[in-house]
């Protein structure tokens, strides 16, 4: 922990009577220290009350789905010397990116099948009276009556901030970006069956049990939306960040999502790709291990080559 995360954490730590050795995890949001039996403090980096009760008030919601395994649940939303913080349901589990390593291939097989089984009771999750886009209340949310809108929306918006990086990192830049916004024209709806749509679904927002089963999904964040079911299974495009997954990993989570999906989802699989390679790029500013991930799909010229 940074001592300038320590001065912002150590007012609340001290107030809540909570030691350091208590945390059990970070993320871009914030700290999470362990609280008591069943309870677990979030203390935030950066947030506001109105934001935190919108965030609440959708994790009502998704509580009522009665899913599989635990989600995340304010119970209560606290300020102190400028700081938010609250106090949430403590998830049982261990993360599935530290888990995986030490598994068997037997035992990994498992795993990645039970991690992309918990994808579809995320369905469950009632949206149909939300517009189409992000769920919560940050800076830069966007939402739209139309998906296909939506989408290219929030694309220009990100390369406001990344075009000029993506140039110089991105080979045939332009074109690639006008392939992808013609994909997106004519391959998605302008009203698909409104689903939730987790947005960063990967394994370290999963807790597993000693059964390799899911025991919680973590993070609704400012990627959480209203839209396209097939954005969340796009997420595989994710397992090669995990260092611990191998391509014949990657090859068994497209066999099983095309078992349960048909051979069409393939093309899906490359566009979301390919949108979400650009939708994370604004991350060059801090975690170049994950704009190094954007960039290996951006520059995939094989795979791009089925669409150019």
Known sequence: MSSQDLNQLQPVLDQLKISEDKLIGKGGEGHVFSFDEDKVVKIYKESSEAYLEKLQSFQQRISKANLPYQTPLIESIGLFEGTFYSIENKLEGQNLETVFAKLSE??????????????EPLKEIFVDDLPYGQVLDTPKALTSNSWKQYILNKLEQKLEF?????????????????TLKKMI???LSTNPEKNFVHGDYYFTNVLVNEAFEIT?????NEHTCVGDHRLDIANINF???CDNVMP????????????KNGSEIVPYIDLYGFYYAFYFSNLYTFDMTSYRWCLSILNDETRWERYL
């Open 248 to 259: 014949g990993h990657i090859k068994q989570a497209k066999q099983l999502i095309v078992e």
């Open 106 to 119: 037997k035992q990994q097989s498992l795993a990645l099948t039970n991690y992309l089984a918990a994808l």
């Open 239 to 241: 397992l090669s960040l």
């Open 162 to 178: 990344t075009r000029e990086k993506l140039q110089q990192d991105v080979v045939n830049f332009s074109l690639k970006l006008e």
């Open 185 to 187: 024209n004519s391959m």
């Open 216 to 220: 919680a999904v973590l993070d609704i």
